[in-house]
């Protein structure tokens, strides 16, 4: 009655007309203070019973909150897709609007549900339209302990919520949440310092703090969800989640995050990550080898057909190691010697495969030549063409070399054996990996990095620069640890720059 009579949270029907007044109950922030201590209470059981745990949980009432809080915001986003115009209108306005508004922006723009979108939501809902973030977060010893309240967890909370229903429809991951919840209290950033803009204008914490954003945005890797999907937006640009108590979950990210028993040894989404990386290297790493693979077959004066039909058989790389050992050359190999020039012909006879005036045997001769009567069926080949029209010779006489045209980039053994070096084919588990190499503990917010290189874990103050891998064949920066770092660097067919 008070709210009412001071017109807080209130309306007056008359004033408008074709307007329906709709009255949806969110607690004040008074008892949701009481709830969350109530709910982190629960949190530090040391081993509660089934029935103890379940009624100290409704007793609390944080499902329920957070249950009005997501409902509330989706009666708000179905009349805006509805084309009605919705006037939310709470106390004051910067507290349960805040929440329920930007809530219903998620639902409504899938922009939203990225990275950046996300950051613009904050800045939009929160920052700008003034959320007491110095009170409610309870920033100053001298702010009144009944200013503090919960509300900008919760509206976190309820993006996990989401996320837990929709989980293809969100760019970023929990730790994504959580580490915004954590800076939101720990004073690090300038970012949620102050009451409103005005707070922070006047501080100038533009201009001495350091911002959140600028830091996520340099540890972006470790906040991607690797079930995102780009065409969700298309095909389910609205999402509505449901606020009944079968969908809802408690969030032990949040509350129990540090008591390591109650989560699994491997971070399901991390353990999908590292495989879509893992395979996002193989798959660039075949596209250099069928290049490689090519440039030698058209040497040798075969034709598509058969290049086609060697990539689909799979030409191992033992028979590739036995042809250098046993019919190159009888001394060793000089890969030093200087890159080739194209002194390479083919005279009539196919035994008469000349190098620089020098002339192969028999045996390498018949070696490469290729079987076309293997079967295999090039119609089915998936190789991939673009090294189609390169040109590269395999010499083994002087200088060990490769060659494809004048104008084209020449090879030696040396980088060939570096890019086959230079990518880990087989990754190393997150099982039983409990500390980085610099002893850095895995927990369970922590997320675990793979080099791309050697295929072992580290953190991500030991995985700090990215490089383009010889072996790969886009030659983008990826990952690598620091020693890995330093070989490649090291190596002279690296001329790409490192990020």
């Not at 709830?35 to 089934?50: C, D, F, N, R, V």
């Not at 009170?135 to 509300?151: Q, Y």
């Not at 030409?315 to 890159?339: C, E, Q, R, W």
């Not at 010499?395 to 054996?417: F, H, K, T």
Request: aromatic fraction near 10%; charged fraction near 25%; hydrophobic fraction near 35%.
């Amino acid at each position: 009655m008070v709210n009412k009579a001071q017109g807080k949270g209130y309306e007056n029907e008359n004033f408008y007309s074709n307007m329906k007044f709709q009255f949806l109950g969110i607690e004040n922030i008074h008892v949701m203070r009481a709830s969350l201590q109530k709910l982190t209470e629960l949190s530090e059981l040391k081993k509660p019973s089934m029935n103890d745990f379940l009624s100290r949980l409704e007793a609390c009432g944080w499902l329920k909150h957070i249950a009005a809080i997501i409902e509330t915001s989706a009666f708000i986003a179905k009349a805006i897709s509805e084309g009605i115009s919705v006037l939310v209108h709470c106390s004051d306005g910067w507290d349960r609007t805040a929440q329920t508004c930007s809530l219903a922006g998620l639902m409504l723009d899938p922009y939203y549900r990225t990275i950046h979108g996300f950051q613009a939501l904050i800045e939009k809902e929160w920052l700008g339209f003034g959320h007491k973030f110095t009170d409610r977060c309870g920033l100053l010893e001298s702010v009144d302990a009944r200013e503090v309240s919960p509300v900008f967890t919760q509206f976190l909370e309820t993006v996990w919520q989401m996320m837990q229903q929709f989980p293809c429809a969100f760019q970023f991951n929990e730790r994504f949440l959580l580490k915004i919840h954590d800076h939101a209290y720990s004073c690090q950033f300038g970012t949620f310092i102050g009451n409103c803009e005005k707070d922070r204008l006047d501080l100038r914490l533009s201009e001495r703090t350091y911002s959140l954003w600028a830091y996520l945005s340099h540890h972006t890797s470790e906040y991607l969800n690797p079930m995102y999907k780009k065409t969700y937006e298309i095909r389910r640009p609205v999402i509505i989640p449901a606020s009944s108590p079968q969908c809802l979950k408690y969030w032990k990210g949040m509350y129990n995050r540090f008591d390591s028993g109650l989560h699994p040894r491997e971070h399901v989404m991390d353990i999908v990550s590292a495989a879509k990386d893992h395979s996002s290297s193989l798959e660039d790493h075949v596209l250099l080898l069928e290049k490689r693979v090519t440039q030698i077959c058209k040497l040798l004066g075969k034709s598509d057909e058969i290049i086609q039909r060697k990539l689909q058989g799979y030409l191992s790389m033992d028979s590739i190691d036995g042809f250098l050992s046993n019919h190159i050359g009888d001394g060793p190999v000089n890969t030093k010697a200087p890159m080739l020039d194209n002194n390479f012909h083919k005279n009539s006879s196919d035994s008469d495969l000349t190098i620089n005036g020098r002339q192969l045997d028999n045996a390498a001769v018949n070696y490469l030549k290729s079987d076309t009567e293997s079967g295999f069926d090039e119609s089915s080949s998936q190789m991939s063409r673009s090294g189609i029209d390169e040109v590269g010779i395999c010499n083994g006489l002087e200088a060990s070399s490769l060659v494809r045209s004048p104008s084209s980039e020449q090879l030696s053994v040396d980088q060939l054996l570096a890019e086959l070096k230079t990518v880990a084919i087989g990754w190393k588990s997150f099982r039983n990996v409990q500390n980085c190499s610099c002893a850095t503990p895995f927990d369970y917010d922590v997320k675990k990095f793979h080099c791309w290189k050697c295929g072992h874990v580290f953190c991500t103050r030991c995985i700090t620069r990215n490089i383009p891998l010889p072996g790969h064949y886009h030659r983008r920066p990826v990952p690598v640890c620091k020693p890995c770092y330093k070989e490649v660097r090291r190596s002279p067919s690296t001329e790409f720059p490192v990020s």
